[in-house]
């Protein structure tokens, strides 16, 4: 992930999602600072019709109350709870229709109902976005296309997350410890099929 966002500078090579530089193909979200839920309509990026679908399609719309589009964003989102600020980024993902999406431990520190509410919706609304996933919670990436675990920064295992939990190795011990997770309802036939971008 440091790599990707040029953290750390490369010693050699080139990192490409589908054939581009990655900084050029990677969009970034501005911080979240005192505006109303309706920045990207006033900028003209979305009209409201498509900015009130996005908070619906993410969980959150219900929870701005009679304000809706009017409700203020206070500095870095601090008038809303983790779980919220981070689905409020995903409603701002949707909107400018995010091809890549990086998360870094994007279901830490919230609790279980809005976590559930989070999986349910990187599952349903981004089917025709590649995430890449720092995971806190397995059920986070317990059905993902690929799982790579690390430790000291080298690669220990890679490989889909059901044929790792199969071979006994280090990412079956982890499930086995953590119990099986609950997977958020599957993703109805309506739903986009997965479209996978190249890396």
């Not at 440091?2 to 080139?14: K, M, T």
């Not at 050029?24 to 309509?41: I, K, M, S, T, Y």
């Not at 976005?129 to 690929?146: C, E, G, K, Q």
């Not at 920064?153 to 006994?168: I, M």
Request: overall charge negative; hydrophobic content about 45%.
């Amino acid at each position: 992930m440091g790599a990707l966002l040029r953290l750390v500078e490369l010693a050699g090579g080139r990192i490409l999602i589908d054939g581009q530089d990655e900084l050029l193909a990677l969009g970034f979200l501005p911080r979240l600072e005192c505006e109303g839920c309706n920045a990207e309509v006033q900028n003209g990026m979305s009209s409201a019709a498509e900015h009130q679908q996005a908070l619906v399609q993410t969980g959150l719309w219900k929870a701005l109350g009679e304000d809706g589009l009017d409700s203020t964003v206070q500095g870095r989102g601090a008038n809303f709870s983790v779980g919220q600020r981070q689905l409020l980024c995903f409603a701002r993902s949707l909107l400018r229709q995010a091809r890549v999406m990086l998360l870094d431990e994007a279901s830490a520190n919230i609790d279980a109902l809005t976590d559930a509410t989070l999986q349910k919706t990187l599952r349903t609304c981004f089917t025709g976005s590649t995430l890449l996933i720092i995971a806190h919670r397995l059920s986070t990436i317990a059905d993902a296309d690929l799982l790579v675990c690390m430790d000291k920064g080298k690669v220990v295992e890679a490989g889909p997350p059901a044929t790792l939990r199969r071979n006994g190795g280090v990412v079956a011990k982890m499930f086995a410890n953590a119990g099986e997770p609950e997977l958020p309802p599957a993703i109805s036939e309506g739903d986009l099929p997965s479209t996978k971008h190249s890396l």
